[in-house]
């Protein structure tokens, strides 16, 4: 089991979190976008090996919203704890 270091919280166990995916550039920067673009930024994922920066909620805890840094290879949380 994951130990999510959340902000506000601490450690708690990932069943208490609801992963969102990972961050993605903000939708003001696609104002201008074709359909190709948007069909590429809402549906497309990268599927990285190494550190992906994800946002998390913690759904069965405070109920904030934040980010962490995650490795794929190993899923140990980078720098926020």
């Known amino acids: 089991m994951l130990l999510v270091p959340c902000p506000w919280c601490g450690k708690r166990a990932e069943t208490e979190f609801f992963c969102a995916g990972q961050v993605r550039p903000p939708r003001s920067e696609l104002v201008d976008a ?46 926020k704890e």
């Open 34 to 79: 074709d359909d190709d673009e948007w069909i590429r930024h809402l549906f497309y994922k990268k599927n990285i090996r190494g550190v992906l920066e994800e946002n998390w909620w913690h759904e069965k805890g405070c109920g904030e919203w934040f980010t962490l840094y995650r490795d794929t290879v190993t899923h140990q949380f980078i720098g």
